[in-house]
């Protein structure tokens, strides 16, 4: 494998159980709502609510909608499907707040990912988080779940005004932490968000196929699992 000077790592379902974590605050969320009232079983309700979340994070990556769109409608959406539910938006954005309130408490990382990090850290990389996660959440999460000593910088969407896959992201990320494009690996489980834009920029790619899609994407890179990463990094 080529020699690289910086990593640049997605953090949501690549490092941290995002979505591990996300079910289990769903489900406690409907719990404490008491949403059971609404809908004859839970899935009527998350699996709705998982199929909004991935349509609206696309398009705010892609920045068709702003944050604040996203954090409302992808409850009201769903919310919407329950009898005799009517949700408003100052309901929505209560749940909103509760549910990313359960979500920040949760630690889970996705597996090998502190293998990974822990490997990394030994080999001396430099680490550098890429997220188009809002500011309040992603260092929280990091602390939460222990990890957010392994990072030498945090690059958010937020800060750079530009989501990934935007190139002018990659182009700030590279700026901010003074990496170059050819010797930098950028590490993700998104093809459009972490894979296309930078590769857009010259940065080489490794996908993280951890949803094990059927795609034909173009990455320098592909491992199924993130221990595989140490294998390539291990051969010359
Ligand atoms: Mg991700």
Redesign the pocket.
Known sequence: MKKYADLFI?????IYD?RGNAELALAELYEARQWGRYFDRPEDFTVPYWKTNAELWEAYSLGKIPRDYLIVERFRRPLSLGHGLHPDKAYCLEVSDEFLGLCNLKSALVPGARELLDYFSAKGYPMHIC?NGFHETQQRKAEVSGTAHYFKSMILSEDAGHNKPSEAFYRYALRMTGAKPETTLMI???LL??MSGARAVGIDTLYFNRWHTDDREEVTYRVDRLTDIITLFEQD
């Open positions: 997605d953090f949501d379902d690549t995002t997220s993700g489980d998104n968000t972490d």
